[in-house]
């Protein structure tokens, strides 16, 4: 995912959940947005859905782990 300016421009989103220094710098100021922000959404509900979507994965992972032991 790559932060985008609020204008649209900027680079589109990709898989890519890495986030440069400055890229976080732009989200948390309000100079930029992630390339894959729904419309509408506000900065934090677009970080709860990505934290969430972590937390999914997370225990999808530990649950193959365990059940592959």
Partial sequence: MQAQTPNGSGAE???????S????EGLMRGRALPGD???GQTLGNYLHR???????????LK????GSN
């Avoid at 989103?13 to 986030?19: K, S, V, Y």
């Avoid at 220094?21 to 976080?24: D, G, I, K, P, S």
């Fill in 13 to 19: 989103a990709t898989t890519n959940t890495n986030f």
């Fill in 21 to 24: 220094l400055e890229a976080w």
């Fill in 37 to 39: 922000i729904l419309d």
């Fill in 50 to 60: 990505k934290f969430q979507a972590l937390i999914d994965e997370n225990e999808r």
């Fill in 63 to 66: 649950n193959a782990l365990m």
